[in-house]
């Protein structure tokens, strides 16, 4: 049973262009969602979040965000380059307890030049 | 530079053999996770500890166990290997701040 769905496994975009990425959540007491970008043989690396508390972060050409009512969050890069081409997961965590993130199961970017 | 790092970033071997995947960091965080990873899948939690002598078990059942005797130190260990245990295994900490998780590279494991 997935709480955290990345319903598009791969998504493919001109270089300029706006990349979406999108990610549903089903567990109500999610309060943090965190996107990881990952290359091929690395460990993921932190890239944005946002706190359930507000509906947009934004940090340079990275924004998400994030629809409680829709249990829905979105991560935009624009313009997208070459250099994202990367696997994108979407994490979410619940207050207390260990704050240990739930992982989608990713969404592999290319931009193409 | 602090960071976290795991060896080996590469193993092949054969069913049955014991092995051990190394993962410290240098940044002193106390609390330290292992995370299972097939292409296309979740990260999965199979490990993680809260501190020295602490340890627990994560959401995906694993026939791995997992030491912690010392802070920066979180090794990851398989007593028969088989094949199903092919995957990647990807170390993390975090510290103070819960959410700042820092990865390590990982270790792509491949039981032949």
């Known amino acids: 049973d997935q709480q955290v769905k990345q319903n598009s496994p791969s998504l493919s975009v001109q270089e300029g262009r706006i990349s979406i990425l999108n990610c549903d959540y089903t567990?109500?007491?999610?309060?943090?969602f965190l996107w990881y970008k990952k290359y091929p043989a690395e460990g993921p690396t932190f890239l944005i979040s946002?706190?359930?508390?507000?509906d947009k972060n934004e940090d340079g050409r990275f924004t998400v965000f994030l629809n409680k009512s829709a249990k829905h969050l979105s991560l935009h890069i624009v313009p997208s380059q070459p250099g994202d081409s990367a696997v994108y997961f979407c994490?979410?965590?619940?207050?207390?307890?260990?704050?240990?993130?739930?992982f989608g199961r990713g969404t592999s970017l290319i931009v193409h030049p | 530079e602090a960071d976290i790092y795991q060896t080996p970033r590469y193993l092949v071997i054969g069913t049955g053999k014991k092995i051990t995947l190394e993962c410290s960091q240098t940044?002193?965080?106390?609390?330290m996770y292992w995370y299972q990873q097939d292409p296309g899948m979740e990260l999965h939690l199979i490990h993680y500890?809260?501190?020295?002598?602490?340890?627990e078990k994560g959401d995906l059942s694993s026939e791995s166990t997992v030491s912690r005797i010392r802070t920066e130190h979180f090794p990851l260990t398989l007593e028969s290997a088989r094949p199903s245990h092919t995957s990647q295994y990807l170390c993390?900490?975090?510290?103070?701040?819960?959410?700042?998780?820092?990865f390590g590279s990982g270790t792509r494991l491949t039981v032949v």
């Open positions: 946002i706190s359930s508390i507000k």
């Open positions: 993390a900490s975090s510290g103070p701040n819960p959410y700042g998780y820092t």
């Open positions: 940044m002193g965080h106390d609390k």
């Open positions: 994490a979410a965590s619940a207050p207390g307890g260990s704050y240990i993130p739930t």
């Open positions: 567990n109500s007491m999610f309060d943090y």
């Open positions: 500890s809260y501190g020295v002598n602490s340890t």
